[in-house]
């Protein structure tokens, strides 16, 4: 690589959806510092966690956020939403009500992420697609941009509590379907025993880091 690309760095900011219990805090607490919580209560405090994945020989975070609860009461903000590159949208595979909230999840989604498309994006998606818009030489808090063209968000299907597999009540089959139908990356993961955990977030990077890159 030229010396031009050395020290650049990519900053993404990736969300978790998915209804209350499903386990997106363990997914994100298993990835970020591989702990479970069998007893884990509602989000306190921490808003995201900031991984760092070595591509290409660049250095790319991933800020990763957990709702702090506010899927109980379906009062996710479009400021959670603002600005994500990626989405794990998640449920539970032994509770099929989880499975059925997918398509609001990705609603949702959507809407927010093109109400919060500025004109010039609009005018000109190429520009949110230009590597230099997303390489940030210093990485600050701000530099997260709220600009992006919905095609460009990665999306992960997650059915989670694959340990569980048992007492599933959603086939595999189902979850591949409905994430080919919506376009979307598919795994099954276990945050109890880390099953796929790794893959699922690194996988969602690395599409982000090829879109823009
Ligand atoms: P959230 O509300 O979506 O953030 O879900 P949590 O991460 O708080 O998890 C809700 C409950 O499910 C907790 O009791 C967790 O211990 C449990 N849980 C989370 N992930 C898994 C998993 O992969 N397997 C099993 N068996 N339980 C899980
Ligand atoms: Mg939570």
Redesign the pocket.
Known sequence: SSSDDEGEEYLFKIVIIGD?AVG??NLLSRYARNEFNMH?K??IGVEFQTQTLEIDGKEVKAQIW????Q?RFRAVTSAYYRGSFGALVVYDITRRSTFDSISRWLHELKSTSLFLIPSFCALNRNLTRSSAYFKIPNVRSDALHPAHSDTAVAKMLVGNKLDLDSIRDVSVEEGKSLAESEGLFFMETSALDSTNVKKAFDLVIREIYNNVS
């Open positions: 209350s997106k805090s884990s509602a989000t957990d709702t702090a609860g899927e």
